[in-house]
């Protein structure tokens, strides 16, 4: 079973940036197209960035060009790089593979007006 561990998250003024990491304890990165997700209190689970095996990459259209999916293959973590953070970013983070279920605790991002 692959445990994924998000960090990285905090508070931050609006117009800040934050780095979330997701380190696997195995080599997923090369296999599984992987993704970034949030939940905002009050609201379902969404995708905002996902990343395939190959490096493709895809964003929602609320955080396109504000945020950036990377991926480190040999260390087994992956990033999300966010910039000008809006209040409405605001929401647990996550990482996970595409289509699977299982969820780690996630990292809180508090972005404060």
């Known amino acids: 079973q692959v445990q994924l561990v998000e960090s990285g998250g905090g508070l931050v003024q609006a117009g800040g940036s934050l780095r979330l990491s997701c380190a696997a304890s195995?080599?997923?990165?090369?296999?599984?197209?992987m993704g970034w997700y949030r939940r905002a209190p009050g609201r379902q689970r969404e995708l905002v960035a996902a990343i395939t095996s190959g490096g493709n990459t895809n964003y929602a259209g609320s955080v396109k060009g504000r945020f950036t999916i990377s991926k480190d293959n040999a260390k087994n973590t992956l990033f999300l790089q966010m910039n000008s953070l809006k209040p409405e970013d605001t929401a647990v983070y996550y990482c996970?593979?595409?289509?699977?279920?299982?969820w780690g605790q996630g990292t809180q991002v508090t972005v404060s007006s």
């Open positions: 996970n593979r595409l289509g699977f279920a299982t």
């Open positions: 195995g080599s997923i990165f090369n296999i599984n197209a």
